[in-house]
């Protein structure tokens, strides 16, 4: 709806209140600076559709060479990187813990608890762990992998003591979620902040450009003068 929004508004508004403005003779600095951006709206607009399609393509090209470091960097993205890790992960073990509960073995678990979920970087990790696993290596020390927050090895060493490791995994996949939707709402909360003051600041911008010339006629014709 958004870019629905500023595609009639480059393409439509601007343009026609450009082209009422132009006739005025003496124009602020503000809406000079109005009808120059009207002018150029559409090779600017041209010249940031290529600018993103070609970010997009060396995105993609990225992705397909080296699709663990992508994953890697882009976990890395303020805000949005977290909630996505999260997100991934939280399906992880809840996966995981579903199959232990049902009496899957352990190695049989974490590989199925992966299916669907088509994350090379989680592939990897959930590759190293298995391995780990059947080398005699304990559960909660295969976990202490970069991938996994210090808490996942904490909750295995504590469903081993216990013997609830599916209980123990459980949990952290609800606070894996938890933590994912606060850093949702914090990234919604700050967009629409970012949103409304840019709009607020446009339609201030727009009036004071067309008003003013608007004034200054008024103003030249004015008998009082």
């Not at 909660?140 to 992998?145: E, K």
């Not at 909360?189 to 008003?211: H, K, Q, Y």
Request: proline share 7%; net charge positive; hydrophobic share 50%.
């Amino acid at each position: 709806l958004g870019v629905v929004i500023g595609a009639f508004f480059t393409f439509v508004v601007l343009p026609r209140i450009t082209q009422a403005l132009a006739g005025l003779t003496t124009l602020p600095p503000v809406t000079q600076f109005l009808i120059g951006a009207g002018a150029r709206a559409g090779p600017l607009a041209a010249l940031a559709g290529l600018a993103s399609g070609g970010g997009l393509a060396a995105a993609l090209v990225w992705y397909r060479a080296n699709p663990v470091g992508f994953w890697h960097s882009a976990w890395r993205v303020p805000l949005l990187g977290p909630a996505m890790k999260q997100g991934l992960l939280a399906r992880y073990f809840n996966n995981l813990s579903t199959f232990l509960r049902n009496g899957f073995p352990l190695l049989e678990a974490l590989d199925s608890a992966r299916r669907g979920l088509r994350n090379p970087a989680l592939d990897r990790a959930v590759d190293k762990v298995r391995a780990d696993v059947t080398a005699g290596v304990g559960l909660p020390q295969a976990l202490a992998h970069p991938i996994f927050p210090p808490m996942t090895r904490l909750a295995a060493e504590r469903g081993e003591e216990t013997g609830h490791t599916a209980k123990y995994l459980g949990d952290l996949s609800r606070l894996l979620y938890r933590q994912m939707v606060t850093q949702v709402q914090r990234l919604a909360t700050g967009i629409e902040r970012v949103l409304l003051f840019a709009v607020a600041g446009f339609i201030v911008f727009l009036a004071v450009a067309f008003l003013l010339p608007i004034y200054g006629s008024l103003q030249d014709i004015s008998p009082y003068r």
